[in-house]
């Protein structure tokens, strides 16, 4: 069971910070908080992180992350493995609560609300933060009923008529229509895996989300379907928002409006994604994405 | 080791930016000697030294494609990003302005020729003077510009930054000289005109080692400073000292 304990900072040393220790920053007087550097707050946020620690056990998985996530934006985290950012992405939707070990510290908010509330239900928080996984898991149900699915469970619709419109917008929005309208009765699983990818955005973009989380939503697709999800961030985040992680810095740096870059457990830089493409100002940030560390 | 090529996890891309960064090397030593090579054939009334320098042109020619072919390769193959993506970028830059130096050593070889090959009556040794000066000076300055570029040493991309101004000065000094020859001897005014043309030419060149400058600029800093004023450069390069 998850432990919760926003006002406490627990039992165990945080290890000394990443991001000044052993390795020489640019010089820089525009560094946010924990050492952070750039600007980690949005214009208009519609989630708010601050000073967020995960523990895995007696593990500090996340130390002092502060991070807002604005309305409308896609904001890439990027950092090598381990580095936290799924545990941080994980966070924003309360998904490890299923893991027994997993301990948060500090606020989130969406909006106005502490999504750490202890009075708070986590399944409409779960359908107001969506969730895209690596590998595409739609249910051994007909395409319909994948995307039908949400909206059945959260007595979103009256009749059948208005899910079927629910069904037919999601799938549009997620720029499958197209391609099945006219099987709508067959396995969602028989799709190939970029369209089963797309039918998991659809199924989440049918609960009417806030936030869509995606974490590596393209590691397992073909350049096309890559392309094909890519183009549908871009699409989708008139709508909503988007925090997304993923291993491909192109992938990043074509997608997201802004950047985050997390290393061993910290927030080492955040910024605009044409400046940390660039001109990224922290050492770390720079020697990850140009392919120099070690 | 150069803290701009090396370090890659993927050791051919050190070795293919390496590889990239001495080629602009190469590309400087050439135009570099272009240019000395261009003065001494007016000094010497060398003419075919001129014309060996007008040929020579063509391999600053050829290394200027060589490099654009292996920048087109990087970034198709590595996707460059970060200061890897602006070493590329100020590459490319420099490698263009090398070879307009270049050009311009050339325009300057051809004044040889045309003073003193055949029965021509060559120009009053005194119109030269300043020709010869100013391609020492300009020449220098091409040489410390690509030397900041090679060592990331903003403060010698300053002081080149700087030299441009006396550069300008010594072209208006120099038009100011030749101006009284005319008012001595009008008939020097066919000579006036391509000395000044010769002038010029080694005017732009120091352009060029302006401009270099102004692109390590932007390669250490990740700044653009092309079109900014002395004050707003020198404020960028002082902020970074610090």
Redesign the interface.
Known sequence: MLSVTPDSMGTVTAPAGVIAAGFSPV?DDSRAINGTVGDITAIDPRMTARHVNVYYGDKLAINNVSLDIGKNEVIAMIGPSGCGKSTFLRCLNRMNDTIDICRVEGEIRLDDQDIYDSGLDVVPLRAQVGMVFQKPNPFPKSIYDNVAYGPRIHGLTGSKSELDEIVEQSLLKAGLWDEVKDRLDEVGTGLSGGQQQRLCIARTIAVAPEVILMDEPCSALDPIATARVEELIDELREQYTIAIVTHS??QA?RVSQRTAYFHLGELVEVGKTDDI????RHRL???Y?????? | MNEMTD????SS?NKDLNHLHQLVIQIKDLACRQVREAARSLEDEDVELARAVIVSDREIDALDIKADEEIIRLIAKR????????EIMTVAKIVGDLERIGDQARRLARLTIRFYDGDVIPPNRHLLDDLNKMADFVNRMVEDSVNAFDDLDLNRAMDVIRRDSIVSDDFRSALRRLSTFIMEDSRSVGHMVDVVLGLRALERIGGHAKNISRYVVFLV???DVRHKDLDAVEAEIIS?L?
Not at chain 1, 277 to 280: E, L, S, V
Not at chain 1, 289 to 294: A, N
């Open positions: 010089a810095m192109q740096a493409f660039t001109n990224p940030t720079e020697d994405i140009t392919g120099r560390f070690g | 370090g890659h996890i993927v891309y996707q460059p990003v970060a200061r890897d993506l602006r800093k990740g700044k970074t610090k």
